[in-house]
C-alpha cells in the first residue's frame, strides 16, 4: 500500500520550488514537486505542490520554516537564473 503523501507548500516560481526542494533533500527526506511536468507543457497553469511523505511532514516544514544559510545547489540555482 502506497505511503500517504502531504503537500507541505505551494510556489507560482520554479526557482523557488527548486530551492525548497533541495534543502529538503538535503536532510536526507524524499521530496515530490507536483505539477512540474504540467507546468512544461502548459506554463502558468497552477502552483507547484511540494510535497512528502506523511511521517516526515513535521521535518520537512521545519526545514522550510528555518531560513538558514543557503546550500551549496542553491547557490548554483540562484547563479544560474541571474
Known amino acids: ?4 503523501v502531504v503537500t507541505i507548500a505551494e510556489f507560482n516560481e520554479s526557482l523557488e520550488a527548486e530551492m525548497a526542494k533541495m534543502r529538503i533533500e538535503s536532510a536526507g527526506i524524499e521530496v515530490f514537486l507536483s505539477g ?6 502548459e506554463p ?3 502552483p507547484l505542490q511540494l ?9 520537512a516544514r521545519a526545514i522550510l520554516a ?10 548554483e540555482a540562484a547563479g544560474e537564473q541571474q
Do not use: S
Open 1 to 4: 500500500m502506497p505511503e500517504e
Open 36 to 41: 512540474e511536468n504540467a507546468r512544461i507543457m
Open 66 to 75: 528555518d531560513p538558514g544559510e543557503p546550500t551549496d545547489e542553491e547557490a
Open 44 to 46: 502558468g497553469l497552477g
Open 51 to 59: 510535497q512528502v511523505k506523511a511521517a516526515d511532514e513535521e521535518d
